[in-house]
T-cell receptor, first 109, second 109 residues
């Protein structure tokens, strides 16, 4: 099956800093999503982005499907951004969303 | 509009007991999914359904059964619980955008 690798596994920031999270995947995809799991365990869908660039407030994401990677940018980070960020992809041939192991982000005040 | 609702939120079972987790969605989605999340890991797909009356195996289906008798409901059953099934279970619905429930924390002792 498709492999999904996220980096870095852990990231600690001071409030106000910017960060870039990366997701590499091993095969062609027709679906790529970024999720934020907050400290209470809730999974929030941030972006549906199989290709191209999208922005939502301080967050933006870019997927370069031909090179099989996606980037999530967080600008002016806040303590509420803390949690785990997951990238999940779905192969062109399938209907299953495969998750990476996540990036644990901690934003300190 | 409640989105995806999971019940119960917490449960403790003894080894060998059975139980059913209920997932309900009010977004008229055809696709529904059950995932499990273990500490420090991403989500792994247990079973999924592409429509009422259909089910299919995911990545880790052993020890679980599912049913989709109504479009809005997707049930996950454990016939004989084992300690290895201690996990947090998430239900999701949606074809491209996935919407997740708040999770069920299950402990098998």
């Amino acid at each position: 099956g498709i492999q999904v690798e996220q980096s870095p596994p852990d990231l600690i920031l001071q409030e106000g800093a910017n960060s870039t999270l990366r997701c590499n995947f091993s095969d062609s995809v027709n679906n790529l999503q970024w999720f934020h799991q907050n400290p209470w365990g809730q999974l929030i869908n941030l972006f549906y982005i199989p290709s191209g660039t999208k922005q939502n407030g301080r967050l933006s994401a870019t997927t370069v499907a031909t090179e099989r990677y996606s980037l999530l940018y967080i600008s002016s980070s806040q303590t509420t951004d803390s949690g785990v960020y997951f990238c999940a992809v779905e192969e062109t041939s399938g209907s299953r969303l495969t998750f990476g192991e996540g990036t644990q982000l901690t934003v300190n005040p | 509009n409640a989105g995806v609702t999971q019940t119960p939120k917490f449960r403790v079972l003894k080894t060998g007991q059975s139980m059913t987790l209920l997932c309900a969605q009010d977004m008229n989605h055809e696709y529904m999914y059950w995932y499990r999340q273990d500490p420090g890991m991403g989500l792994r797909l247990i079973h999924y359904s592409v429509g009422e009356g259909t089910t299919a195996k995911g990545e880790v289906p052993d020890g679980y059964n599912v049913s989709r008798l109504k479009k809005q409901n997707f049930l996950l059953g454990l016939e004989s619980a084992a300690p290895s099934q201690t996990s947090v279970y998430f239900c999701a619905s949606g074809t491209f955008h996935r919407f997740f429930g708040s999770g069920t924390r299950l402990t098998v002792v």
